[in-house]
């Protein structure tokens, strides 16, 4: 599948439509899946993302990796499509090796995602991208949701954010495999990084090997090292095994929470709805808590899907 653009495109239309299609594509592609490393780009607006994520995708196709690149950004308010979707800085790249983009629009999902971005991942798995590149749309505390989709992180610092104890107490630290502190050739990097340094020592539990590390796009310095931390990672086979399992995990979680919030959002609450309006109706009188309702409404909702998948079996 790798190269088919065409058909790569088609599939991750058809997933991002949450129709019945799209599940059975997806369970068609199971057996395709666990190849790739996916690796998450996170941090504030200005960090430098959009320009690391080029340096990495073009250093990975100088070296004949190929390279799956989704681009999450910020939905436009009328057409809830991707605002920043031309993504023109990565043509001349792509003409360098095999490169497939895709900008996914976050919907306003409040993660700095896209609820349908693991499915995505998984067509561009399946599709054998070796290297999978995530940027989400940075925004500080929702950024933390990166770490459910990505085998490797990282968190974009650059220097003279002003209030980094706030940044950690947030979490968006604690879930960097590495911090880069971005721009390092302005005043202040250094310095940015030494504090960085220090606060991922004090903040990191035994076991965790968090780095952090100082770049810059314009010189290229620090460049080469973060490279040869990806390329020990794509070869590292007993730890993506690892964090494979983790992240199917996490992501069987998320798709979910995710449909569950969504069969509340636009069916369970429907104003016609028998269930629905007898609930609402008892927790007007006072006879049924809220935490009590979501779940009877959960509850009427799956029992009707499953009716429905009955029927439409026979």
Do not use: W, Y
């Not at 599948?1 to 997933?15: Q, T």
């Not at 974009?156 to 107490?169: F, M, N, R, Y």
């Not at 069969?263 to 028998?274: G, I, K, T």
């Amino acid at each position: 599948m790798l190269g088919e653009r065409k058909a790569i495109g088609r599939a991750i239309s058809i997933v991002e439509s949450g129709e019945v299609s799209a599940r059975a594509l997806l369970r068609a592609l199971e057996p395709h899946l666990g190849h790739a490393l996916v690796i998450g780009v996170t941090g504030p607006p200005g960090a430098g993302k959009s320009t690391l994520v080029g340096i990495l995708i073009s250093q990975l196709l100088e070296q004949r990796v190929a390279v799956g690149a989704l681009l999450v950004d910020p939905s436009s308010p009328r057409t809830k499509g991707a605002i920043l979707g031309d993504r023109m800085r990565f043509v001349r790249g792509s003409m360098r090796g095999t490169l497939f983009t895709r900008s996914l629009a976050s919907r306003g999902h409040l993660g700095g995602l896209t609820d349908t971005l693991s499915a995505v991942i998984d067509v561009l798995d399946a599709a054998k991208f070796p290297v999978i590149i995530v940027e989400a749309v940075g925004g500080g505390q929702a950024d933390v949701e990166i770490n459910d989709v990505a085998d490797l992180t990282l968190v974009l610092s650059p220097p003279g954010l002003g209030d980094d104890v706030q940044a950690i107490k947030a979490g968006v630290l604690e879930i960097a495999d590495f911090i880069v502190v971005t721009k390092c050739d302005r005043p202040g990097a250094e310095a940015a990084r030494q504090q960085m340094a220090l606060m991922v020592s004090h903040s990191s539990v035994p076991g965790e090997s968090r780095k952090v590390l100082a770049v810059s796009s314009m010189t290229g310095e620090g460049v080469g090292e973060l490279m040869d931390e990806i390329f020990f990672r794509l070869r590292a086979e007993p730890l993506r095994s690892t964090e494979r399992r983790r992240r199917s995990e996490l992501s069987i979680r998320r798709r979910i929470a995710d449909l569950a919030a969504r069969l509340v959002r636009e069916q369970a609450l429907e104003p016609n709805d028998p269930d629905s309006m007898a609930i609402c109706a008892r927790v007007a009188a006072g006879e049924l808590e809220l935490e009590s309702a979501v779940e009877c409404l959960l509850v009427a909702r799956l029992h009707r899907l499953r009716r429905r998948r009955t029927v439409d079996a026979e």
